[in-house]
């Protein structure tokens, strides 16, 4: 054979392959178009009459020189690779980057939460009293802080533990944000209750022990307000990843994610940080990635550390719990930092560049 007819074949095979390329993306696409469909009636996608019936007229017509059985096992490998494909489609969730590669910005109020300058959500573990509100809301204020934060609906480990003050906390926490032109945010443990406390709250919390909580998923998915959702105490990143898509399938997409740590072996820190967790998140998700620097620790000592670490890795914000007297404090005494301590790291991530000078 002449080297240019060798050459020419070459070539030719190259037309093919890219014409064999060409062919299948068209398929692919015919594919998703039916599989659309079907999703849409709930039928199932793997149809294996259907792909008899597809063979059934491949073999017929095939002319060689492939024989039928290398025929079917390409149809074949051609079938689940379709299947592939529209699995690859349904984990492309609403929360996903693939739905949106912008990132999501969570308004609240004057806060814009995502895709900007960290902001910090500070305040006690609990509301305690109106008094201890007051003083813990003025100091955070005169440090620029918006978002006030505060349990009233506390789900404790130990039922002989202070549960929280429920509704009059809710009341208490609204009232001392809109005295001091702050937002608030706190967390509410039965689906039931969200729509009440839509009244007090600029973001409800959802906690880590109510993660996989359907049914308060659900409810959060039904109002319009922002979902401050934390990571379950055992939950894996696509679990909270899923936690959050219950909200999104539900027309809420204002949610913004919570890496608050995870229960490891570990017993130096009250859970391990999953420091990792906040680029991951961030790059299957859309959303807003916030870290709990307190009860991931779950100490004071290593709280600026830790607090420059998740900013360097991307998180668009920090919750720090705050106290006017933590030694007393009703729950979460150990990790409250004082008035003077939550200024003190301020100043500190301010200096060192990790927060902006200015007030937020
Ligand atoms: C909280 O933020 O008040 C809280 C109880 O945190 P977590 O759900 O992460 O334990
Ligand atoms: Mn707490």
Do not use: W
Not at 15 to 29: C, Q, Y
Not at 106 to 134: F, K, R, W
Not at 312 to 339: R, Y
């Amino acid at each position: 054979m002449s080297k240019e007819r060798f050459e020419e074949l070459r070539s030719q095979l190259d037309e093919v392959n890219l014409e064999i390329l060409e062919v299948l993306n068209r398929r692919a696409e015919l594919v998703s178009e039916i599989g659309l469909l079907k999703s849409g009636k709930g039928t199932e996608r793997f149809d294996p009459i259907r792909e008899k019936e597809m063979l059934d007229k491949l073999i017929p017509a095939n002319k060689g020189p492939f024989p039928d059985d290398t025929i079917r096992h390409l149809f074949k490998q051609i079938f689940q690779a379709s299947l592939g494909l529209l699995e690859e489609e349904k984990k492309s969730l609403l929360i996903s980057r693939k739905n949106q590669s912008q990132d999501t910005i969570v308004q609240v109020g004057p806060l814009a939460i995502g895709g900007g300058d960290p902001v910090i959500i500070s305040g006690p573990c609990s509301v305690e009293s109106a008094g201890q509100m007051e003083a813990v809301a003025s100091h955070l204020k005169n440090e620029g802080i918006m978002l006030l934060r505060g349990g009233a609906y506390k789900p404790r480990t130990s039922p002989y533990d202070f549960q929280g003050l429920g509704k009059e906390g809710l009341k208490i926490l609204s009232e001392t944000a809109k005295r001091h032109g702050m937002v608030c945010v706190s967390e509410i443990v039965a689906p039931e209750d969200v729509e009440m406390a839509c009244e007090y709250l600029d973001v409800i919390q959802i906690g880590a022990r109510n993660m996989q909580n359907f049914e308060l998923l659900k409810a959060a998915g039904s109002v319009r307000k922002p979902i401050l959702l934390k990571r379950g105490l055992s939950a894996t990143i696509e679990e909270l990843l899923y936690a959050a898509e219950y909200i999104a399938s539900r027309g809420n997409d204002q949610i913004i994610l919570c890496e608050r740590g995870i229960r490891t072996y570990e017993k130096a820190t009250r859970n391990t940080l999953d420091i990792s967790a906040v680029p991951i998140l961030k790059q299957e998700s859309h959303l807003p990635v916030v870290v709990d620097i307190a009860h991931s620790t779950g100490r004071k000592d290593i709280i600026l550390p830790i607090a420059k670490a998740a900013i360097a890795v991307g998180a668009d914000g920090l919750i720090v719990e705050t106290h006017n007297e933590p030694a007393v404090a009703l729950s979460d005494a150990k990790q409250q930092l004082d008035l003077p301590q939550f200024s003190t790291l301020m100043n500190q991530l301010r200096q060192s560049g990790f927060l902006k000078d200015a007030v937020q």
